[in-house]
């Protein structure tokens, strides 16, 4: 089969390999992919500023069907739609696996870094990583359960949003928009934030009848001033990643507000500090997924609180990455997803 890989730790671009199609071991079991989006986190991975062990297949946000599965499996999993969590390898015997937190374990191997992931027609996962997805789910939409989790993890545990907030997302990409619609389940009043570079981003923010605001128009920065001024601003999630909305966030929150930083940066920045010390203000981040997190993000999505299918903005086969990695370059769309499936 045809897998979209990390040669080697000096690598900075992919390769795409003929490998061995695997075969499920016991307590394993056989995804035959149907998506697999594309992540800020693979950027990384390419540029050595995110631990990977290549030679190895990225993609971590992954959705297929079951078919196929090791011994000890139960074979009611062959043909369900599913998702993998994505610590696939753990020590099982630190205080963060005992206490369900897998992404914080020291030896932890996840999918798509560690272990091969999705970027391929198939991948093998521990049975008991899988979680079932209602079949009416769109097989492509379903990639985005992983990004889903991540942001259940950042937002309800603990629970970060109360009913009535004010809350802010900057980032509309996908984790930012995935964010917001979670802030919204929890009760927030939620605005969306972006440059004028994100236009078509918060145009689909609006469509998922979110307030917008662009920082590089002088009218929308002027209203986000003036609700920091009045400390109106309870939370603010920063899903970008870039370092001039992180120094935004702890300007804007009122005293004792939150910073929820889900963007993954990279190397150091400089922020006022100084204003969480004498606003007393909160900074928490969330790494990743967790076994809970997982369980609440799939029941929102039985319960259709949240819309993912609009997040879906281009389909492609393998062989056409480089325009995938150039369009995520360039923030054209929200998210792209491999589906191995075409030629």
Known sequence: MLALRKATPEATSLTLEEVILPEPGPGQARIAVTAAGMCGTDLHILAGDYAARPPVTLGHEIAGRVDAVGDGVDPGWVGALVAPETALVTCGRCDWCRTARPMLCRDRLSVGSGVDGGFAAAVVVPAAKLHRLPDWLDDH??????????????????????????????????????????????????????????????????????????????????????????????????????????????????????????????????????????????????????????????????????????????VLPLREWPKALAAFERRDGLKTVFDPRLA
């Open 141 to 314: 939409a379903a990639a985005l359960l992983e990004p889903l989790a991540c942001g259940c993890n950042s937002l309800f545990d603990p629970a970060v949003v109360e009913a009535g907030d004010t809350v802010v997302v900057t980032g509309p990409g996908p984790v930012g928009l995935l964010a917001a619609q979670l802030a919204r389940v929890a009760g927030g009043n939620v605005v969306v934030v972006g440059t004028a570079g994100d236009r078509e981003r918060l145009a689909v923010a609006q469509r998922l009848a979110f307030e917008t605001r662009d920082v590089d128009d002088p009218t929308d920065r002027a209203d986000l001033d003036e609700a920091g001024a009045d400390r109106r601003i309870d939370v603010v999630v920063e899903a970008s990643g870039a370092p001039p909305a992180v120094r935004s966030a702890l300007t804007w929150l009122r005293p004792r507000g939150t910073l929820v930083q889900m963007g993954l940066l990279s190397g150091e920045i400089t922020v006022p500090f100084g204003e969480i010390v004498i606003r007393e203000l909160r900074v928490r981040a969330g790494f990743g997924s967790s076994p809970a997190s997982w369980l609440r993000a799939v029941r929102l999505v039985r319960e259709r609180q949240v819309e993912l299918e609009p997040l879906i903005s281009d």
